[in-house]
């Protein structure tokens, strides 16, 4: 390892102008200073004179603004104008829309994922170090690709094996301050590997992994500076590492999987689709808020049902008297059954007090009911039967919907088809209209045990109906 890294401004770059070859600027900066180029040396330089070179520049006048721009910019500007930070113009935003592939937050500031990748405020657009007041400055398209085209120049024009990081300061997601970060590199690789390496008591390093790229971005940034400082290149001798041809930043840009914090909405839907489960162990004494249930309602109520029929009916049932009365009728309803069905005594008691239990302990009661008004009439049976099985078919969508919601309100449920089995008790003692058929039960409450274990799933193989399988 060597002992002493220095870090050398070159001074005399001019204002960057669209066309300008860098490298041959550096050159002649380094001339003019007396400094001649050593192999591994490591270049930094700051985006803006890349952008300029590149005539990366655009005047807000000349950008229309789309409606998206126009809504992101009536969020932002109230947020904005809290905080006391500069309100951005629709302008800006489309331009800042148009250099993104997607637009991750709008709170009093706006972060995208850029075109090239990486996640940070306004897409890299940068208005300080422009010339004009409307004008703008856009980030490199490929940022390794304008270091290597450089590294490559220095090379033919100095014999001297140089790294190059393309650099810029972004801010921080947990901490205030911006710091230098690299954009593109070529020659130095991104990152140093530590991994295999002994510590300082001879333990072996597992997992250590240096950026060390943005590590000198940040030692650049020293003497670079943001504000008028003008040294937009840094020459940087004495830092060992391993000259890398092949290198590029966009290796270590973590990808959307990778990235716990970027929880994806399709990754978050996916997580709660699978980690839903049917509650059937015991409710904490936690209160269960009736908005908490009518927001998970209005949540239901966007299921799609057959001809926008939306023939679902939910019922609160809270604990007490006309529950209970309820749920034992049921009960008896149920032993009734069983007795018929021939069922031994044993049995049925076990079936009764389980479910009766359930139902007794559960916070909240949720009664879904079919609203047969909302079905079309036709004047033949058999579409008629079709169009009650549509409205089946409709009320569980809803009903599915609505276990999400709760779901993700951190409630627990479990759907039980009780009410279906005594519809006629269900009806006359909660006074339900004719039109309703009661279906399900939905118990609702905070969990209080742990995790439940997903009950079996069926192969994708055995629920894909693979037409090549009919029989001939
Ligand atoms: C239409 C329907 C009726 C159900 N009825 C009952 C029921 O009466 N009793 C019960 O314990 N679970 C009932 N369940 C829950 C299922 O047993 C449960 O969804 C299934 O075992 C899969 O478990 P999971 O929901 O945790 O994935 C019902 C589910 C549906 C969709």
Redesign the pocket.
């Known amino acids: 390892m060597s002992e002493d890294v220095k870090i050398i401004g070159l001074k005399n770059i001019p204002f960057i102008k669209k066309g300008d070859n860098i490298a041959q600027l550096i050159v002649e900066g380094c001339k003019k200073q007396n400094i001649s180029l050593k192999d591994k040396d490591i270049i930094l330089i700051a985006q803006t004179i890349i952008t300029k070179s590149l005539g990366r520049i655009k005047h807000l006048e000349n950008i229309k603004p789309s409606q998206k721009a126009f809504k992101i910019h009536n969020k932002v500007k109230p947020l904005a104008e809290q905080k006391k930070i500069p309100v951005k113009s629709p302008e800006l935003i489309q331009a800042i829309i148009d250099e993104s592939k997607k637009v991750l937050k709008t709170e009093h500031v706006i972060i995208t994922e850029t075109k090239q990748g990486f996640i940070c405020a306004n897409a890299g657009i940068d208005k300080s170090n422009i010339e004009g007041t409307s004008n703008i400055g856009l980030l490199p398209k490929n940022p390794d690709l304008e270091a290597k085209k450089i590294r490559e120049h220095l090379y033919s024009l100095t014999n001297k094996r140089i790294g190059i990081i393309i650099t810029d300061s972004f801010g921080r997601p947990f901490r205030n301050g911006a710091v230098g970060v690299a954009l593109g590199v070529s020659g130095i690789s991104p990152i140093k590997d530590k991994r295999g390496d002994q510590d300082l008591f001879g333990k072996t390093l597992e997992s250590t992994i240096i950026g060390q790229a943005d590590n000198l971005a940040c030692a650049a940034q020293l003497i670079m500076g943001e504000a008028n400082e003008g040294i937009p290149v840094v020459i940087l001798r004495g830092y060992n590492y391993k000259f890398n041809k092949k290198a590029n930043i966009s290796s270590i840009l973590r990808n959307a999987e990778s990235d716990i914090f970027r929880e994806e909405t399709a990754q978050k839907i996916d997580k709660m689709l699978r980690a839903?489960?049917?509650y059937?162990l015991n409710f904490s004494n936690q209160d269960v808020k009736e908005e908490t249930i009518e927001k998970c309602v209005k949540l239901a109520r966007w299921a799609p049902s057959a001809h926008n029929s939306q023939p679902w009916r939910y019922t609160i049932l809270k604990k007490g008297l006309i529950r209970n009365n309820l749920i034992n009728s049921m009960n008896e309803k149920l032993r009734t059954d069983l007795e018929n069905d021939g069922r031994a005594e044993d049995y049925i008691r076990k079936k009764i007090d389980k479910?009766r239990t359930q139902f007794l302990n559960s916070p909240i009661l949720i009664l879904l009911s079919l609203d047969t008004s909302d079905l079309e009439k036709y004047t033949d049976e058999v579409r008629n039967q079709n169009e009650f099985i549509l409205g089946v078919q409709s009320i569980?969508a809803s009903a599915t919907y609505f276990l999400l919601a709760l779901e993700n309100e951190g409630l627990k449920a479990?759907?039980?088809?009780?009410p279906l089995f005594s519809r006629d008790i269900v009806k006359d003692i909660l006074g339900l209209p004719d039109s309703f058929i009661p279906m399900?039960f939905f118990t609702v409450g905070y969990p209080e045990k742990g995790e439940?274990k997903?009950?079996y799933r069926k192969k994708l193989q055995e629920i894909i109906f693979d037409l090549k399988k009919r029989k001939a």
């Open positions: 839903r489960r049917s059937k479910t569980s479990c759907w039980y088809c009780a399900a439940i997903a009950p």
